[in-house]
Every structure is written in structure tokens, then in C-alpha cells.
């Protein structure tokens, strides 16, 4: 009987300690400071640590580090699942507005970039009486390799849907959940479970995503302080 009450209470324990650390957890993330400010002080106090206090501030390294690896482990599938979310919330109609309207934007926007480019240097010339003497090979190196605009459009179609998630190629990822979204609009009986499916992943990595930024503050912390402390101010 008594290895059993002792178990009993070691489970009680355990709870009780997960229940504070998810308390914890809550009031953290509905504290009334912004992130953005949390952030700020995150970066002061790792610059203050990572001077003073260099040799103890390499310790935090790991923090930021599982901080980033998270953050990638949670693009794909938020990417994915948002995408196609999207796509099948809206109709035809408006998804070929939609795309008509982020067409348009594109080209102005890209139009707009080369407006800029060519006008700032026109009116304020920086730069033109600096010297590169020495600063420039004599020999410009050899082009090996040429940019195709066709190979590049291509290589936006993945051929491999295991290899683009493998590589995380973003574009191609971006890609594929368009086309899956499209195929689920116009499956709309057979695609009913998957629509739902997608939803909740879509809400879960929502959910995950604003708990993992919620402690932004403390990775950047940790990786204001480990950088300094390696690299110096």
C-alpha cells in the first residue's frame, strides 16, 4: 500500500508544478507590456550582460539557439497551413481578384523600386568623392555563370514534394500550397475533412507561433549576450 501512496503523491506533485509552470506561463504572455518594449530590454540587458559579464554570458547561447530552431521547425507547416486556409476560405471570384489585385502590387511595386533606385542616386550623389584606390581588383573576376530568367522561372515548380520540404525551399513551399488549395475547391464534398484538418493545423501553428514570439524578449536577450561576449562590441 505504501509504494502506492507514495506514487500517488509523486504524481500530485508533478501536476501541481505543471500547473505552476503554465500559470507562469499565462501571466507572462498576458503581462500588459508590449512586446515590442520586452524586446528592447531584452536587447539592453544582453548588450549590459555580454560586456560585463562575458564570460558567463556564452552560457546563454543554447537559449537562442533552440529559440531559432523552433522558429524554423514552425515555418513549413504555418506557411502550409495558412496558404491553403486562405485559398479555400475564399471563392473563385475572389481568389482570382485576389491574385489579380497581388499581381497589380507586384509590378508597382517593383516599378516603384526601380523609380527610387535610379532617382536617389540622382539627387543625392554619397559616395562620389570617396576613394577605392586599392579597395578594387585591378581584374574584374570572370563571369562563369550566367543568369537565365528561364531557368530561374522553373526552378520555382518543385519536382519533388519530399525534397522542397527537406530543403525548406519557401518558394516552392508557397507554391505547392497554392495548387493543394485550388485542388481542395474543386473537391468540395470529397475535401470537406481536409478543409476542417487544415483549419485546426492552421489555428494550432497560429497559437504556437504567438506563444514562441511571446519569448522573443528572452532569446534575444540571450543572443545579445552571447554575441557580444564572442565578438565585442
Same mark, same amino acid.
Given at each position: 500500500i505504501y509504494p502506492l501512496g507514495l506514487k500517488e503523491i509523486f504524481k500530485c506533485r508533478v501536476n501541481c508544478l505543471f500547473c505552476h509552470i503554465i500559470r507562469y506561463v499565462n501571466l507572462y504572455c498576458e503581462y500588459t507590456m508590449q512586446l515590442w518594449t520586452k524586446t528592447l530590454i531584452g536587447i539592453a540587458l544582453g548588450a549590459f550582460v $555580454?560586456? #560585463? #559579464?562575458?564570460?558567463?554570458?556564452?552560457?546563454?547561447? *543554447?537559449? $537562442?539557439?533552440?529559440?531559432?530552431?523552433? %522558429?524554423? /521547425?514552425?515555418?513549413? *507547416?504555418?506557411?502550409?497551413?495558412? %496558404?491553403?486556409?486562405?485559398? =479555400?476560405?475564399? =471563392?473563385? /471570384?475572389?481568389?482570382?481578384?485576389?491574385?489579380?489585385?497581388?499581381?497589380?502590387?507586384?509590378? #508597382? =511595386? =517593383?516599378?516603384?523600386?526601380?523609380?527610387?533606385?535610379?532617382?536617389?542616386?540622382?539627387? /543625392?550623389?554619397i559616395g562620389t568623392s570617396l576613394s577605392l584606390d586599392g579597395l578594387i581588383p585591378t581584374q574584374s573576376p570572370a563571369i562563369t555563370k550566367t543568369v537565365d530568367l528561364t531557368n530561374v522561372l522553373v526552378s520555382l515548380v518543385p519536382n519533388n514534394l519530399f525534397k522542397a520540404l527537406y530543403e525548406q525551399n519557401l518558394i516552392q513551399i508557397m507554391i505547392l500550397s497554392l495548387a493543394f488549395g485550388i485542388g481542395l475547391n474543386l473537391c468540395p464534398k470529397q475535401g470537406t475533412l481536409m478543409k476542417d484538418w487544415v483549419q485546426s493545423l492552421s489555428t494550432i501553428m497560429q497559437k504556437l507561433a504567438l506563444l514562441l514570439m511571446s519569448f522573443s524578449p528572452i532569446a534575444v536577450f540571450a543572443l545579445m549576450a552571447a554575441s557580444i561576449s564572442t565578438m565585442g562590441v
Amino acid at each position: 500500500i505504501y509504494p502506492l501512496g507514495l506514487k500517488e503523491i509523486f504524481k500530485c506533485r508533478v501536476n501541481c508544478l505543471f500547473c505552476h509552470i503554465i500559470r507562469y506561463v499565462n501571466l507572462y504572455c498576458e503581462y500588459t507590456m508590449q512586446l515590442w518594449t520586452k524586446t528592447l530590454i531584452g536587447i539592453a540587458l544582453g548588450a549590459f550582460v $555580454g560586456v #560585463f #559579464f562575458s564570460k558567463e554570458a556564452i552560457l546563454l547561447q *543554447p537559449i $537562442g539557439d533552440m529559440f531559432l530552431r523552433l %522558429i524554423s /521547425c514552425l515555418i513549413i *507547416p504555418l506557411v502550409f497551413a495558412s %496558404i491553403v486556409n486562405g485559398v =479555400t476560405s475564399v =471563392t473563385s /471570384c475572389q481568389l482570382r481578384r485576389i491574385g489579380l489585385y497581388t499581381l497589380l502590387l507586384y509590378l #508597382f =511595386t =517593383t516599378i516603384f523600386a526601380i523609380f527610387l533606385g535610379y532617382l536617389l542616386p540622382t539627387l /543625392c550623389p554619397i559616395g562620389t568623392s570617396l576613394s577605392l584606390d586599392g579597395l578594387i581588383p585591378t581584374q574584374s573576376p570572370a563571369i562563369t555563370k550566367t543568369v537565365d530568367l528561364t531557368n530561374v522561372l522553373v526552378s520555382l515548380v518543385p519536382n519533388n514534394l519530399f525534397k522542397a520540404l527537406y530543403e525548406q525551399n519557401l518558394i516552392q513551399i508557397m507554391i505547392l500550397s497554392l495548387a493543394f488549395g485550388i485542388g481542395l475547391n474543386l473537391c468540395p464534398k470529397q475535401g470537406t475533412l481536409m478543409k476542417d484538418w487544415v483549419q485546426s493545423l492552421s489555428t494550432i501553428m497560429q497559437k504556437l507561433a504567438l506563444l514562441l514570439m511571446s519569448f522573443s524578449p528572452i532569446a534575444v536577450f540571450a543572443l545579445m549576450a552571447a554575441s557580444i561576449s564572442t565578438m565585442g562590441v
